[in-house]
C-alpha cells in the first residue's frame, strides 16, 4: 500500500482530495443538517459546538490537512475508493480490518470514524516511520510465510477439505480459527486480530508483484475464513485490490467466492459473506 511521491501527481491529488473532502463532508455534515432537531435546538456539548455550529472531528481536520500537502498519486482511483467508502457509509462505526499501511491509512480511519481500524503490515520500519507521523493509527507487524512463486501449489493444496472444510464451531466471539491443517491461512497474527469480528476486510498487501514477495494468497484465504466464522446471521464486507493480477483474480475467486461478489471496480472487488455457522451444511461456495 506504500506509494511513491511522483511531481507530476496535480491532478490525481486534486481529485482525490475533492473527493475526501467531499466524503467527509456527506458522513459529517449533511446528517447533522438533516436531523429531526435542529443544531440550534441542542445544548453544546463541553465544547464540541461553539455559537450552535458543531466542530468536525479531529481525524477529518487532519486527514483533510494531510491530502491538501500530500504530494502522491493515490493508489486507488476514486471510483475504487468509492466501492469502500459506500461500504463504510453504511456499516461504520464499524471494526474494518485493513491488510497494508499506506498513505491512504489516515483517510480509511477517519471514514471509520467512532469504530476500530487496524492495520496489518509486513515493513516493521514503515510501521514506525508512518506511527510516528501518525500516533492514532493502530498498526501491527506481521510476517508472511509465502513466496508468490507458490501460488499455483497454494491454489492446489487451498482446494483440500482441510481450507475448505466447516468453520470451527468453537470459536470464540473474535476473529474465528482456521480449518486445521490449511497452510494458506495466516497463524502469526497480532493478538488485536482475534479480540472482535471484523465487519470490513480490505486486502491491499502484502507486496505481490514480484516472485518473491510473500503475496497475498494467505490474507485473502484468511479473510474469507474469518468472514465465514462471524456469529451466526453477521456479514462481513471484503474488499480485494489489484485484482488485476493473477495471484489476486485466482485467489478471490476461489476463497471469496464468484456468488458472493458484489461488484467490480477497476482493479477492486467487493465481495460480502455470510457467516457459515449453525449452518453445517452450507458449501464452502454458492
Known amino acids: ?76 482511483t476514486l471510483e475504487e475508493v ?7 457509509q453504511r456499516r461504520s462505526p464499524c471494526n474494518f480490518l485493513v491488510f497494508g499501511l499506506g498513505h491512504d491509512s489516515l483517510m480509511w480511519s477517519a471514514l471509520n470514524h467512532g469504530g476500530r481500524t487496524v492495520f496489518l503490515e509486513e515493513d516493521e520500519q514503515w510501521i514506525a516511520r508512518v506511527t510516528k507521523k501518525f500516533p492514532t493509527l493502530e498498526a501491527y507487524h506481521v510476517r508472511y510465510g509465502t513466496k508468490v512463486r507458490e501460488a499455483e501449489e497454494l491454489m492446489e493444496k487451498g482446494k483440500s477439505s482441510d481450507c475448505t472444510g466447516a468453520v470451527a464451531e468453537e470459536a470464540g466471539g473474535g476473529a474465528s480459527s482456521r480449518p486445521s491443517g490449511c497452510e494458506l491461512a495466516l497463524t502469526d497474527l497480532p493478538s488485536a486480530f482475534y479480540e ?14 514480484v516472485a518473491d514477495a510473500p503475496g497475498r494468497m494467505g490474507a485473502i484465504y484468511t479473510a474469507g475464513m474469518v468472514a465465514r466464522g462471524r456469529s451466526a446471521g453477521g456479514t462481513t464486507d471484503v474488499m480485494v485490490h489489484d485484482v488485476d493480477r493473477s495471484v489476486e483474480d485466482r485467489f478471490s475467486m476461489a476463497f471469496l467466492c464468484v456468488g458472493y461478489m458484489k461488484e467490480e471496480v477497476g482493479k477492486l472487488r467487493h465481495f460480502t459473506i455470510p457467516s457459515h455457522r449453525g449452518s453445517p451444511g452450507i458449501k464452502f461456495c454458492p
Open 196 to 209: 472482535v469480528e471484523w465487519d470490513v476486510i480490505m486486502v491491499d498487501a502484502p507486496t505481490g508483484y
Open 82 to 88: 468509492s466501492v469502500t467508502a459506500r461500504v463504510l
Open 1 to 76: 500500500m506504500k506509494l511513491k511521491s511522483s511531481n507530476s501527481a496535480g491532478k490525481p491529488k486534486l481529485l482525490f482530495l475533492g473527493f475526501v473532502v467531499a466524503v467527509f463532508l456527506l458522513f459529517f455534515l449533511l446528517p447533522a443538517s438533516n436531523s429531526s432537531s435542529s443544531v440550534a435546538n441542542r445544548s453544546p456539548a463541553s465544547g464540541d459546538q461553539r455559537d450552535g455550529c458543531a466542530k468536525i472531528p479531529p481525524s477529518l481536520a487532519h486527514s483533510i490537512i494531510h491530502y491538501a500537502t500530500l504530494n502522491i498519486t493515490p493508489q486507488q
